[in-house]
Nanobody, 117 residues
């Protein structure tokens, strides 16, 4: 499976940004999709996840709850992360991942989000 993330950039605090991640090479609806991030000097951390199509369960880390929204478009094989009210502490490389039926993760290459104060 290949994951191509995009949409990162440099924004100011309070701005919004939408990240996209397209999956190819496998059947998108077979995967739980998620977003993680890694800030400079820190470990990669969970941001959000969305279950497969029929369950449509969403989970968020406490640090982004209420500001970030994860969604998926199964027709486009794409998962999104809509981010609003961005803070400098949201600065990180954002990675999408896909988890298959055996709980094996695949990772995209990451997209950098920089939030200036």
């Amino acid at each position: 499976v290949q994951l191509q993330a995009s949409g990162g950039g440099l924004v100011q605090a309070g701005d919004s940004l939408r990240l996209s991640c397209e999956l190819s090479g496998r059947t998108f609806t077979n995967y739980v999709m998620g977003w993680f991030r890694q800030a400079p000097g820190k470990e990669r951390e969970f941001v959000a996840t969305i279950s497969k199509m029929l369950l449509n369960r969403l989970d968020y880390s406490d640090s982004v709850k209420g500001r970030f929204t994860i969604s998926r478009d199964n027709a486009k094989n794409t998962v999104y992360l809509q981010m609003i009210s961005l803070k400098p502490e949201d600065t990180a490389v954002y990675y999408c991942n896909a988890i298959d039926y055996e709980s094996r993760p695949s990772w995209g290459q990451g997209t950098l989000v920089t939030v200036s104060s």
